[in-house]
Protein backbone atom coordinates (compact mmCIF):
# COMPACT_ATOMS: atom_id res chain seq x y z
CA UNK A 1 0.00 0.00 0.00
CA UNK A 2 1.44 3.41 -0.90
CA UNK A 3 2.38 5.58 2.08
CA UNK A 4 -0.16 8.57 2.84
CA UNK A 5 -0.16 10.69 5.80
CA UNK A 6 -2.52 10.67 8.87
CA UNK A 7 -3.76 14.17 9.46
CA UNK A 8 -2.77 13.95 13.26
CA UNK A 9 0.30 13.54 12.57
CA UNK A 10 3.01 14.42 15.96
CA UNK A 11 5.56 16.20 16.33
CA UNK A 12 8.61 14.50 14.51
CA UNK A 13 11.21 12.93 16.71
CA UNK A 14 15.23 13.80 17.03
CA UNK A 15 16.36 12.74 13.60
CA UNK A 16 18.30 8.86 14.50
CA UNK A 17 22.32 9.21 13.83
CA UNK A 18 22.99 9.02 10.06
CA UNK A 19 19.73 9.05 8.96
CA UNK A 20 18.73 12.09 6.69
CA UNK A 21 14.97 14.24 7.09
CA UNK A 22 13.56 15.45 4.32
CA UNK A 23 10.36 18.18 5.00
CA UNK A 24 8.86 19.73 2.25
CA UNK A 25 7.50 23.21 3.79
CA UNK A 26 6.08 24.27 0.49
CA UNK A 27 5.38 22.99 -3.11
CA UNK A 28 3.70 19.51 -2.38
CA UNK A 29 -0.27 19.56 -2.07
CA UNK A 30 -0.53 22.91 -3.96
CA UNK A 31 1.25 24.34 -7.35
CA UNK A 32 4.06 27.05 -5.99
CA UNK A 33 6.02 28.15 -3.01
CA UNK A 34 8.04 25.03 -3.91
CA UNK A 35 10.88 24.62 -0.89
CA UNK A 36 12.41 21.25 0.61
CA UNK A 37 14.45 21.39 3.75
CA UNK A 38 16.83 18.50 3.85
CA UNK A 39 18.53 17.56 7.30
CA UNK A 40 21.76 15.66 8.26
CA UNK A 41 24.32 16.22 11.05
CA UNK A 42 22.75 19.03 12.71
CA UNK A 43 23.14 21.25 9.20
CA UNK A 44 19.85 22.39 7.25
CA UNK A 45 20.23 22.45 3.37
CA UNK A 46 17.49 24.32 1.37
CA UNK A 47 16.48 23.41 -1.90
CA UNK A 48 14.34 26.17 -3.36
CA UNK A 49 12.24 28.84 -1.72
CA UNK A 50 9.33 30.11 -3.98
CA UNK A 51 6.31 32.10 -3.47
CA UNK A 52 2.51 30.57 -4.81
CA UNK A 53 0.08 33.63 -6.09
CA UNK A 54 -3.23 34.12 -4.54
CA UNK A 55 -6.60 32.86 -5.22
CA UNK A 56 -9.66 34.85 -5.92
CA UNK A 57 -11.09 33.74 -2.50
CA UNK A 58 -7.59 35.78 -0.82
CA UNK A 59 -8.52 39.16 -1.33
CA UNK A 60 -5.82 41.50 -1.11
CA UNK A 61 -2.87 39.54 -0.78
CA UNK A 62 0.53 40.13 -3.07
CA UNK A 63 2.33 36.52 -2.43
CA UNK A 64 2.39 33.44 -0.10
CA UNK A 65 5.46 32.00 1.24
CA UNK A 66 6.49 29.12 2.66
CA UNK A 67 6.47 28.85 6.46
CA UNK A 68 9.62 29.60 7.89
CA UNK A 69 8.95 28.81 11.65
CA UNK A 70 9.93 25.39 11.73
CA UNK A 71 13.56 26.25 11.23
CA UNK A 72 13.41 29.95 12.31
CA UNK A 73 15.19 28.36 15.96
CA UNK A 74 18.17 27.09 13.46
CA UNK A 75 19.17 29.37 10.48
CA UNK A 76 22.45 29.51 11.59
CA UNK A 77 22.70 25.57 10.53
CA UNK A 78 21.39 26.14 7.24
CA UNK A 79 24.39 25.82 4.81
CA UNK A 80 22.65 27.32 1.59
CA UNK A 81 20.04 27.71 -0.61
CA UNK A 82 19.86 25.76 -3.55
CA UNK A 83 17.66 26.72 -6.27
CA UNK A 84 17.03 24.58 -8.93
CA UNK A 85 15.94 27.07 -11.70
CA UNK A 86 14.62 30.91 -11.85
CA UNK A 87 10.75 30.47 -11.62
CA UNK A 88 9.18 32.70 -9.05
CA UNK A 89 7.74 29.63 -7.89
CA UNK A 90 10.93 28.61 -6.86
CA UNK A 91 12.89 31.44 -6.12
CA UNK A 92 10.31 34.24 -5.44
CA UNK A 93 10.75 33.39 -1.45
CA UNK A 94 14.43 33.62 -1.36
CA UNK A 95 15.00 37.28 -0.44
CA UNK A 96 12.34 37.28 2.33
CA UNK A 97 14.53 34.07 4.18
CA UNK A 98 17.83 36.26 3.70
CA UNK A 99 16.06 38.56 5.67
CA UNK A 100 16.07 36.45 8.35
CA UNK A 101 19.82 35.60 8.27
CA UNK A 102 21.71 37.85 5.68
CA UNK A 103 24.72 35.50 5.06
CA UNK A 104 23.01 32.09 3.85
CA UNK A 105 24.88 30.86 0.83
CA UNK A 106 22.82 30.81 -2.60
CA UNK A 107 23.64 28.60 -5.45
CA UNK A 108 22.32 28.26 -8.34
CA UNK A 109 22.95 28.70 -12.11
CA UNK A 110 23.81 31.73 -13.97
CA UNK A 111 20.73 33.05 -14.98
CA UNK A 112 18.67 31.38 -11.88
CA UNK A 113 21.19 34.16 -9.90
CA UNK A 114 20.72 36.66 -12.16
CA UNK A 115 16.89 36.86 -11.42
CA UNK A 116 17.13 36.30 -8.01
CA UNK A 117 20.07 38.54 -7.62
CA UNK A 118 17.93 41.47 -9.01
CA UNK A 119 15.61 40.72 -6.03
CA UNK A 120 18.42 41.20 -4.17
CA UNK A 121 19.37 44.39 -5.61
CA UNK A 122 15.37 45.65 -5.20
CA UNK A 123 16.03 44.82 -1.44
CA UNK A 124 19.29 45.71 -0.86
CA UNK A 125 20.62 42.50 0.12
CA UNK A 126 24.19 41.18 -0.60
CA UNK A 127 24.62 37.29 0.43
CA UNK A 128 27.22 35.21 -0.45
CA UNK A 129 26.40 33.51 -4.38
CA UNK A 130 28.03 30.12 -5.45
CA UNK A 131 27.68 30.19 -9.67
CA UNK A 132 27.20 26.14 -10.47
CA UNK A 133 26.99 24.72 -13.89
CA UNK A 134 25.40 21.46 -14.93
CA UNK A 135 28.27 18.46 -14.18
CA UNK A 136 29.74 20.43 -11.66
CA UNK A 137 29.89 18.82 -7.68
CA UNK A 138 30.49 21.40 -4.92
CA UNK A 139 30.20 20.26 -1.25
CA UNK A 140 28.58 22.56 1.62
CA UNK A 141 28.24 21.09 5.45
CA UNK A 142 28.15 17.47 5.28
CA UNK A 143 25.75 17.91 1.74
CA UNK A 144 28.14 16.77 -1.11
CA UNK A 145 26.25 17.99 -4.43
CA UNK A 146 25.99 17.30 -8.02
CA UNK A 147 24.47 19.54 -10.39
CA UNK A 148 22.72 17.89 -13.60
CA UNK A 149 21.49 19.51 -16.96
CA UNK A 150 17.73 19.57 -16.75
CA UNK A 151 15.15 20.97 -19.49
CA UNK A 152 12.27 23.04 -19.10
CA UNK A 153 10.41 25.89 -19.96
CA UNK A 154 13.21 28.45 -18.57
CA UNK A 155 17.09 27.48 -19.68
CA UNK A 156 19.44 26.99 -17.38
CA UNK A 157 17.40 24.23 -15.80
CA UNK A 158 18.96 21.72 -12.88
CA UNK A 159 18.38 18.92 -11.03
CA UNK A 160 20.32 18.15 -7.35
CA UNK A 161 21.71 14.78 -6.45
CA UNK A 162 22.70 15.39 -2.75
CA UNK A 163 24.97 12.89 -0.94
CA UNK A 164 25.15 12.25 2.64
CA UNK A 165 26.09 9.00 4.85
CA UNK A 166 22.22 8.19 4.61
CA UNK A 167 22.03 7.78 1.17
CA UNK A 168 21.90 9.42 -2.44
CA UNK A 169 19.05 11.66 -3.13
CA UNK A 170 17.93 12.88 -6.67
CA UNK A 171 15.85 15.69 -6.71
CA UNK A 172 14.91 16.61 -10.26
CA UNK A 173 13.17 20.21 -10.06
CA UNK A 174 11.08 21.33 -12.71
CA UNK A 175 12.21 19.40 -15.85
CA UNK A 176 11.02 17.96 -19.33
CA UNK A 177 12.48 15.32 -21.75
CA UNK A 178 12.00 17.79 -24.68
CA UNK A 179 14.04 16.67 -27.16
CA UNK A 180 14.09 19.61 -29.69
CA UNK A 181 14.95 21.92 -27.25
CA UNK A 182 15.52 25.66 -28.44
CA UNK A 183 18.81 26.11 -26.60
CA UNK A 184 19.79 22.58 -27.55
CA UNK A 185 20.30 21.50 -24.28
CA UNK A 186 18.88 18.63 -23.25
CA UNK A 187 17.79 16.60 -19.81
CA UNK A 188 20.76 14.59 -19.10
CA UNK A 189 19.66 11.08 -18.86
CA UNK A 190 23.35 9.62 -18.75
CA UNK A 191 23.77 11.26 -15.45
CA UNK A 192 20.53 10.04 -14.54
CA UNK A 193 21.67 6.76 -15.34
CA UNK A 194 25.35 7.12 -14.08
CA UNK A 195 23.51 8.11 -11.13
CA UNK A 196 21.34 4.62 -10.47
CA UNK A 197 24.34 2.77 -10.87
CA UNK A 198 25.35 4.56 -7.87
CA UNK A 199 21.90 3.84 -6.56
CA UNK A 200 19.29 6.49 -5.59
CA UNK A 201 18.09 5.75 -2.46
CA UNK A 202 15.34 8.72 -2.50
CA UNK A 203 14.03 9.94 -5.82
CA UNK A 204 12.14 13.50 -5.53
CA UNK A 205 10.14 14.15 -8.83
CA UNK A 206 8.62 16.73 -10.77
CA UNK A 207 4.54 15.74 -10.47
CA UNK A 208 2.51 18.32 -12.29
CA UNK A 209 1.96 16.69 -15.73
CA UNK A 210 1.70 12.99 -13.75
CA UNK A 211 -2.11 12.88 -15.11
CA UNK A 212 -1.05 13.69 -18.76
CA UNK A 213 -0.87 10.47 -20.90
CA UNK A 214 2.26 10.47 -23.31
CA UNK A 215 5.28 12.56 -24.05
CA UNK A 216 5.22 16.81 -23.33
CA UNK A 217 4.44 18.44 -26.63
CA UNK A 218 8.23 20.01 -28.14
CA UNK A 219 8.58 23.23 -27.68
CA UNK A 220 9.45 23.61 -31.23
CA UNK A 221 6.01 22.61 -32.27
CA UNK A 222 4.21 25.75 -31.29
CA UNK A 223 6.27 27.80 -33.73
CA UNK A 224 3.77 27.37 -36.70
CA UNK A 225 1.11 28.45 -34.23
CA UNK A 226 3.03 31.25 -33.37
CA UNK A 227 4.15 32.24 -37.09
CA UNK A 228 0.34 32.27 -38.14
CA UNK A 229 -0.71 34.65 -35.47
CA UNK A 230 2.21 36.75 -36.67
CA UNK A 231 1.34 36.73 -40.37
CA UNK A 232 -2.14 37.43 -40.03
CA UNK A 233 -3.08 39.38 -37.47
CA UNK A 234 -4.10 42.72 -39.19
CA UNK A 235 -3.33 45.50 -36.30
CA UNK A 236 -1.05 45.08 -33.19
CA UNK A 237 -0.29 41.97 -31.34
CA UNK A 238 -0.02 41.93 -27.68
CA UNK A 239 1.78 39.15 -26.44
CA UNK A 240 1.47 38.07 -22.69
CA UNK A 241 3.48 35.58 -20.77
CA UNK A 242 5.60 34.88 -17.56
CA UNK A 243 8.09 37.49 -17.29
CA UNK A 244 10.55 34.46 -17.00
CA UNK A 245 9.49 31.90 -19.63
CA UNK A 246 12.83 33.58 -22.21
CA UNK A 247 12.33 30.33 -24.59
CA UNK A 248 8.40 31.41 -25.30
CA UNK A 249 9.87 35.16 -25.71
CA UNK A 250 12.69 34.10 -28.00
CA UNK A 251 10.13 32.58 -30.10
CA UNK A 252 7.91 35.60 -29.97
CA UNK A 253 11.06 37.79 -31.27
CA UNK A 254 12.16 35.30 -34.12
CA UNK A 255 8.43 35.99 -35.26
CA UNK A 256 8.61 39.44 -35.35
CA UNK A 257 11.82 39.66 -37.66
CA UNK A 258 9.83 37.70 -39.60
CA UNK A 259 6.87 39.41 -40.38
CA UNK A 260 8.94 42.85 -39.92
CA UNK A 261 7.52 44.52 -36.53
CA UNK A 262 9.04 46.09 -33.82
CA UNK A 263 8.73 44.81 -30.09
CA UNK A 264 8.43 46.59 -26.99
CA UNK A 265 8.76 45.02 -23.47
CA UNK A 266 5.67 46.07 -21.25
CA UNK A 267 6.02 45.57 -17.42
CA UNK A 268 8.79 46.42 -14.50
CA UNK A 269 9.88 42.75 -14.62
CA UNK A 270 9.20 42.31 -17.98
CA UNK A 271 11.56 44.21 -19.40
CA UNK A 272 14.11 43.37 -16.18
CA UNK A 273 14.48 39.85 -17.16
CA UNK A 274 14.56 39.73 -20.73
CA UNK A 275 17.38 42.69 -20.11
CA UNK A 276 19.07 40.25 -18.08
CA UNK A 277 18.37 37.25 -20.89
CA UNK A 278 19.64 39.29 -23.19
CA UNK A 279 22.97 40.48 -21.58
CA UNK A 280 23.58 36.95 -20.63
CA UNK A 281 23.23 35.52 -23.89
CA UNK A 282 19.97 33.49 -23.09
CA UNK A 283 17.74 35.98 -25.59
CA UNK A 284 18.76 36.90 -29.08
CA UNK A 285 17.62 39.93 -29.79
CA UNK A 286 18.46 41.45 -33.23
CA UNK A 287 19.63 44.67 -33.31
CA UNK A 288 16.96 47.36 -33.36
CA UNK A 289 14.16 44.65 -33.39
CA UNK A 290 13.19 45.71 -29.73
CA UNK A 291 12.43 49.46 -29.10
CA UNK A 292 11.18 51.86 -26.36
CA UNK A 293 7.16 52.01 -25.80
CA UNK A 294 7.14 55.68 -26.87
CA UNK A 295 9.02 54.86 -30.01
CA UNK A 296 6.28 51.56 -30.63
CA UNK A 297 3.29 54.01 -30.56
CA UNK A 298 4.89 56.24 -33.58
CA UNK A 299 4.67 53.03 -35.73
CA UNK A 300 1.95 51.63 -37.66
CA UNK A 301 -0.33 49.01 -35.78
CA UNK A 302 0.11 46.46 -38.05
CA UNK A 303 4.39 46.81 -37.18
CA UNK A 304 3.79 46.61 -33.30
CA UNK A 305 4.55 44.03 -30.79
CA UNK A 306 4.14 44.07 -27.01
CA UNK A 307 5.21 41.82 -24.87
CA UNK A 308 3.81 42.17 -21.49
CA UNK A 309 2.77 39.82 -18.42
CA UNK A 310 -0.54 39.07 -16.77
CA UNK A 311 -1.28 35.91 -18.41
CA UNK A 312 -2.58 34.16 -15.06
CA UNK A 313 -5.18 37.03 -14.77
CA UNK A 314 -2.73 39.00 -12.49
CA UNK A 315 -5.33 41.59 -11.05
CA UNK A 316 -2.09 44.27 -11.08
CA UNK A 317 -0.34 43.06 -14.38
CA UNK A 318 0.07 44.93 -17.85
CA UNK A 319 -3.23 42.75 -19.64
CA UNK A 320 -5.30 43.01 -16.49
CA UNK A 321 -5.16 46.57 -16.82
CA UNK A 322 -5.45 46.67 -20.51
CA UNK A 323 -9.04 44.22 -20.47
CA UNK A 324 -10.05 46.94 -17.53
CA UNK A 325 -9.12 49.80 -19.90
CA UNK A 326 -6.78 50.63 -16.74
CA UNK A 327 -3.85 50.87 -18.91
CA UNK A 328 -2.20 53.40 -21.63
CA UNK A 329 -2.60 50.47 -24.28
CA UNK A 330 -6.18 50.71 -24.90
CA UNK A 331 -7.16 47.81 -26.93
CA UNK A 332 -9.67 48.10 -29.96
CA UNK A 333 -10.89 46.00 -33.00
CA UNK A 334 -8.44 44.28 -34.88
CA UNK A 335 -5.90 43.84 -32.00
CA UNK A 336 -4.84 40.28 -31.59
CA UNK A 337 -3.90 39.11 -27.95
CA UNK A 338 -1.97 35.64 -27.68
CA UNK A 339 -1.59 34.25 -24.08
CA UNK A 340 1.37 32.23 -24.85
CA UNK A 341 1.61 30.38 -21.74
CA UNK A 342 -0.38 27.94 -19.35
CA UNK A 343 -3.58 27.81 -17.55
CA UNK A 344 -2.15 27.37 -13.59
CA UNK A 345 -5.08 25.51 -11.41
CA UNK A 346 -6.87 27.99 -9.59
CA UNK A 347 -6.41 30.85 -11.85
CA UNK A 348 -9.12 29.78 -14.35
CA UNK A 349 -11.82 32.34 -13.47
CA UNK A 350 -9.26 35.20 -13.43
CA UNK A 351 -8.07 34.31 -16.72
CA UNK A 352 -11.40 33.97 -18.70
CA UNK A 353 -12.21 37.17 -16.78
CA UNK A 354 -9.51 39.32 -18.79
CA UNK A 355 -10.21 36.84 -21.76
CA UNK A 356 -13.93 38.09 -21.93
CA UNK A 357 -12.71 41.71 -21.13
CA UNK A 358 -10.45 41.80 -24.32
CA UNK A 359 -12.48 40.49 -26.56
CA UNK A 360 -15.59 43.34 -25.24
CA UNK A 361 -12.83 46.02 -26.61
CA UNK A 362 -12.86 43.97 -29.82
CA UNK A 363 -9.65 42.10 -29.68
CA UNK A 364 -8.85 38.29 -30.97
CA UNK A 365 -7.89 36.18 -27.91
CA UNK A 366 -5.53 33.33 -29.24
CA UNK A 367 -5.19 31.25 -26.47
CA UNK A 368 -4.28 27.68 -25.25
CA UNK A 369 -7.96 26.89 -25.46
CA UNK A 370 -7.89 27.66 -29.00
CA UNK A 371 -4.57 27.39 -30.70
CA UNK A 372 -1.45 25.41 -30.24
CA UNK A 373 0.49 28.17 -28.60
CA UNK A 374 1.48 26.70 -25.89
CA UNK A 375 3.64 22.99 -24.56
CA UNK A 376 3.93 22.58 -21.06
CA UNK A 377 7.73 22.58 -19.08
CA UNK A 378 6.84 19.32 -17.23
CA UNK A 379 7.15 15.94 -17.68
CA UNK A 380 4.17 14.37 -18.89
CA UNK A 381 3.55 10.11 -17.43
CA UNK A 382 5.35 8.81 -20.94
CA UNK A 383 8.51 10.37 -20.00
CA UNK A 384 8.08 9.83 -15.95
CA UNK A 385 8.18 6.64 -16.03
CA UNK A 386 10.99 6.78 -18.50
CA UNK A 387 12.68 8.36 -15.77
CA UNK A 388 11.40 5.38 -13.15
CA UNK A 389 12.81 3.03 -15.37
CA UNK A 390 16.25 4.53 -15.69
CA UNK A 391 16.81 5.80 -12.19
CA UNK A 392 15.59 2.78 -10.25
CA UNK A 393 14.91 4.40 -7.24
CA UNK A 394 14.40 2.72 -3.99
CA UNK A 395 12.16 5.23 -2.52
CA UNK A 396 10.17 7.81 -4.73
CA UNK A 397 8.72 11.03 -2.99
CA UNK A 398 6.40 12.86 -6.04
CA UNK A 399 6.91 17.14 -5.49
CA UNK A 400 5.41 19.69 -6.87
CA UNK A 401 1.77 19.14 -7.62
CA UNK A 402 -1.72 18.85 -5.84
CA UNK A 403 -3.24 16.06 -4.45
CA UNK A 404 -3.89 14.50 -7.53
CA UNK A 405 -0.66 15.05 -9.77
CA UNK A 406 0.78 13.76 -6.60
CA UNK A 407 -0.85 10.60 -6.56
CA UNK A 408 -0.69 10.25 -10.14
CA UNK A 409 2.90 10.41 -9.83
CA UNK A 410 3.22 7.59 -7.30
CA UNK A 411 0.73 5.29 -8.99
CA UNK A 412 3.20 5.28 -12.19
CA UNK A 413 6.30 4.46 -9.77
CA UNK A 414 4.79 1.46 -8.35
CA UNK A 415 3.79 0.27 -12.32
CA UNK A 416 7.74 0.61 -12.64
CA UNK A 417 8.26 -1.80 -9.99
CA UNK A 418 9.10 0.29 -6.77
CA UNK A 419 7.37 -1.14 -3.96
CA UNK A 420 3.90 0.51 -2.70
CA UNK A 421 5.61 0.78 0.75
CA UNK A 422 8.88 2.16 -0.58
CA UNK A 423 6.48 5.19 -2.29
CA UNK A 424 5.48 8.03 -0.08
CA UNK A 425 2.83 10.80 -0.91
CA UNK A 426 3.55 13.89 1.35
CA UNK A 427 2.15 17.29 2.05
CA UNK A 428 3.61 20.65 2.97
CA UNK A 429 5.06 19.86 6.76
CA UNK A 430 5.12 16.41 6.31
CA UNK A 431 8.46 14.96 8.10
CA UNK A 432 10.22 12.16 5.89
CA UNK A 433 13.20 10.28 7.57
CA UNK A 434 15.38 8.14 4.93
CA UNK A 435 17.17 5.60 7.43
CA UNK A 436 19.20 2.52 6.63
CA UNK A 437 18.27 3.13 3.06
CA UNK A 438 14.42 3.30 3.75
CA UNK A 439 12.56 6.37 3.74
CA UNK A 440 9.66 6.85 6.11
CA UNK A 441 6.47 9.51 7.44
CA UNK A 442 7.79 10.00 11.17
CA UNK A 443 5.62 13.37 11.67
CA UNK A 444 4.47 16.76 10.82
CA UNK A 445 5.90 20.34 11.51
CA UNK A 446 3.83 23.70 11.15
CA UNK A 447 3.60 24.48 7.69
CA UNK A 448 1.35 27.30 7.17
CA UNK A 449 -0.02 29.82 4.03
CA UNK A 450 2.28 33.28 4.95
CA UNK A 451 0.79 35.69 3.47
CA UNK A 452 2.36 39.09 2.18
CA UNK A 453 -0.39 41.55 2.52
CA UNK A 454 0.84 44.86 0.72
CA UNK A 455 4.13 45.24 3.05
CA UNK A 456 3.25 43.29 5.81
CA UNK A 457 4.63 39.67 5.90
CA UNK A 458 1.98 36.97 7.44
CA UNK A 459 0.21 39.65 9.33
CA UNK A 460 -3.12 38.49 7.33
CA UNK A 461 -5.21 35.88 9.17
CA UNK A 462 -7.63 33.37 7.84
CA UNK A 463 -9.92 35.70 9.88
CA UNK A 464 -9.25 38.46 8.34
CA UNK A 465 -9.47 37.40 4.59
CA UNK A 466 -13.04 36.04 6.22
CA UNK A 467 -14.21 39.58 7.00
CA UNK A 468 -13.10 40.18 3.23
CA UNK A 469 -14.73 37.62 2.12
CA UNK A 470 -17.60 38.77 3.86
CA UNK A 471 -16.98 42.46 2.41
CA UNK A 472 -16.72 41.71 -0.88
CA UNK A 473 -19.51 39.69 -1.00
CA UNK A 474 -22.04 41.29 1.62
CA UNK A 475 -21.03 44.38 2.27
CA UNK A 476 -20.72 46.45 5.34
CA UNK A 477 -22.87 48.09 8.20
CA UNK A 478 -21.93 50.99 11.11
CA UNK A 479 -24.56 50.93 13.55
CA UNK A 480 -24.58 54.06 15.74
CA UNK A 481 -26.43 54.88 18.86
CA UNK A 482 -26.66 57.59 21.13
CA UNK A 483 -27.50 56.38 24.62
CA UNK A 484 -29.70 57.62 27.56
CA UNK A 485 -27.98 57.09 30.53
CA UNK A 486 -30.49 57.80 32.84
CA UNK A 487 -33.23 55.42 30.71
CA UNK A 488 -30.84 53.05 29.24
CA UNK A 489 -32.53 53.74 26.57
CA UNK A 490 -31.46 55.55 22.59
CA UNK A 491 -31.63 59.21 22.82
CA UNK A 492 -32.43 59.27 18.63
CA UNK A 493 -33.55 56.99 16.37
CA UNK A 494 -30.24 54.98 15.61
CA UNK A 495 -28.36 55.33 12.33
CA UNK A 496 -26.90 52.83 9.79
CA UNK A 497 -23.90 53.72 7.94
CA UNK A 498 -23.90 50.56 4.99
CA UNK A 499 -21.49 50.06 2.12
CA UNK A 500 -21.44 47.37 -0.54
CA UNK A 501 -25.22 46.37 0.59
CA UNK A 502 -28.29 47.82 -0.99
CA UNK A 503 -30.98 48.94 1.77
CA UNK A 504 -33.50 51.22 1.23
CA UNK A 505 -36.43 52.86 3.63
CA UNK A 506 -37.87 49.38 4.18
CA UNK A 507 -35.34 47.97 5.02
CA UNK A 508 -34.00 51.02 7.42
CA UNK A 509 -37.50 50.66 9.48
CA UNK A 510 -36.95 46.50 9.66
CA UNK A 511 -33.60 46.95 11.11
CA UNK A 512 -34.68 50.07 13.60
CA UNK A 513 -37.39 47.90 14.61
CA UNK A 514 -35.38 44.82 15.26
CA UNK A 515 -33.22 46.60 17.43
CA UNK A 516 -35.77 48.35 19.36
CA UNK A 517 -37.07 45.22 20.18
CA UNK A 518 -34.32 43.54 21.58
CA UNK A 519 -33.20 46.68 23.46
CA UNK A 520 -36.63 46.66 25.65
CA UNK A 521 -36.44 43.06 26.11
CA UNK A 522 -32.78 43.47 27.45
CA UNK A 523 -33.97 46.38 29.56
CA UNK A 524 -36.58 44.33 31.36
CA UNK A 525 -34.17 42.16 33.21
CA UNK A 526 -31.01 44.93 33.49
CA UNK A 527 -30.30 48.60 32.16
CA UNK A 528 -27.74 47.61 29.46
CA UNK A 529 -24.45 50.15 29.37
CA UNK A 530 -22.41 51.07 26.14
CA UNK A 531 -20.13 47.97 26.29
CA UNK A 532 -23.18 46.09 26.58
CA UNK A 533 -25.02 47.86 24.20
CA UNK A 534 -22.62 47.18 21.21
CA UNK A 535 -22.65 43.85 21.53
CA UNK A 536 -26.53 43.75 21.56
CA UNK A 537 -26.79 45.67 18.85
CA UNK A 538 -23.88 43.61 16.68
CA UNK A 539 -25.83 40.45 16.97
CA UNK A 540 -29.05 41.41 16.56
CA UNK A 541 -28.34 42.89 13.42
CA UNK A 542 -26.67 39.97 12.57
CA UNK A 543 -29.76 37.84 13.46
CA UNK A 544 -32.09 39.44 11.30
CA UNK A 545 -30.06 39.77 8.19
CA UNK A 546 -29.71 36.47 8.35
CA UNK A 547 -33.51 35.96 8.79
CA UNK A 548 -34.60 38.52 6.52
CA UNK A 549 -31.84 38.74 3.58
CA UNK A 550 -29.70 35.94 4.20
CA UNK A 551 -26.75 38.09 4.53
CA UNK A 552 -23.74 38.04 6.58
CA UNK A 553 -22.40 41.78 6.19
CA UNK A 554 -19.66 42.39 8.38
CA UNK A 555 -21.28 44.85 11.15
CA UNK A 556 -19.24 47.53 13.48
CA UNK A 557 -21.58 48.80 16.32
CA UNK A 558 -20.51 52.47 18.27
CA UNK A 559 -22.39 53.82 20.90
CA UNK A 560 -22.01 56.68 22.60
CA UNK A 561 -23.18 58.26 25.70
CA UNK A 562 -25.76 61.61 25.06
Known amino acids: MINHHHLDLPSPPKLPKGGLRVTPLGGLGEIGRNMTVFEHQGKLLIVDCGVLFPEDNQPGINVILPDFSSIRHRLNDIVAIVLTHGHEDHIGGVPHLIKERKNIPVVGSKLTLAFVGAKFQEERLSPPVVEVVAGEKRSFGPFDLEFVAVNHSIPDGLAIAIRTEAGLVLHT????????PLDKRITDLGAFARLAEEGVDLFLTDSTNAEVPGFTTSEEDIRPAIDAVFRTSPRRIVVSSFASHVHRIQQVLDAAVKNDRKVAFVGRSMVRNMGIASD?????????????????????????????????????????????????????????????????????????????GLIRWGANVVHKGNAKVHVSGHASAGELVYCYNIVKPKNVMPVHGEWRHLTANAELAVRTGVPEDRVIIAEDGVVVDLVNGRASIVGKVKADLVFVDGMSIGVASEEALSDRRMLAEDGAITILGILDTKTGLLAEPIEFFARGFAHDDEWIRGATKAIDDAMVAANQSKRVDGAALELLLTRTMNRWMQRKYRRTPVITSIVVDA
Open 173 to 180: GDFKMDQF
Open 280 to 356: LGYLNVPKGLVVDLKTLEKLPDDKMVLVCTGSQGEPMAALSRMANREHIIEIGDGDTVLLASSLIPGNENAIYRVIN
